[in-house]
């Protein structure tokens, strides 16, 4: 059974990308951060950049308007 709903989410996850939705990481540890976009562009300083990624994740989800964090 867990099998079949790990396919299904994969099977999800790869179906919204094809559509260009964007798919969030699970696990994020920069959720909650006071100033994700300022640390990932800490992180980027440091080349860091699978970090970048998931602090800016974390910026777009806490603002999906800041323009910056989707295109940093």
């Known amino acids: ?3 079949y709903l790990n396919e299904q989410v ?3 996850q790869k179906s ?4 260009g939705i964007y798919v969030f990481s699970d696990m994020n540890p920069y959720v909650g951060h006071p100033n994700p ?3 990932g562009q800490e992180l980027f300083r ?3 950049l699978s970090e970048v990624v ?4 974390a910026e777009v989800m806490k603002n999906p ?3 910056e964090g989707w295109s940093l």
């Open 54 to 57: 998931l602090a800016l994740e």
């Open 46 to 48: 440091k080349g860091l």
């Open 65 to 67: 308007d800041n323009a």
């Open 10 to 12: 994969s099977l999800k």
């Open 16 to 19: 919204d990308v094809s559509r």
């Open 37 to 39: 976009l300022k640390e």
């Open 1 to 3: 059974m867990m099998k």
